[in-house]
């Protein structure tokens, strides 16, 4: 009896620390694949939170937006990552996107773009991970 209880700890060990190891670590979708859940205005968007927070965090959180804007400013970290400010019409908040490895710089200024990524957070910016840029239809 204690052999059968031994042999099957030493056989489902492996794979309960392969399931935790893959839902921890797992890879995630391409966002070129995703389809938004949400499609805004930059200047709409920090308006809707700069109204109600709450709601707004609630709405988006975790969800796959597509958000239209100028170019305010693009930044890169000492790693070579780059992040793209969209302008809103505010001096303080922007839309902040973490743009995916490989991702084209835009021009500052110049360029309106519609960049897909998953809201992550309210900062002092609305912030969005893995951003990619996405050819706008019109």
Known sequence: MKLRILIFILLALPIIGYGGWYFLFRPNDPMD??????????????????????AANQKYLGR???????????LRDSSGGMNVILETGDAFMGVNCSMEPGETEPSKGSDTLLIRGEFSALTLDVNMTRCVRVRDPK
């Open 64 to 74: 796959i937006v597509e958000a239209k804007g100028i170019v305010r400013e693009v």
């Open 33 to 54: 694949g995703q389809k938004a859940d949400f499609r805004v205005l930059a200047h709409e968007w920090v308006e809707e939170f700069k109204i109600n927070e709450q």
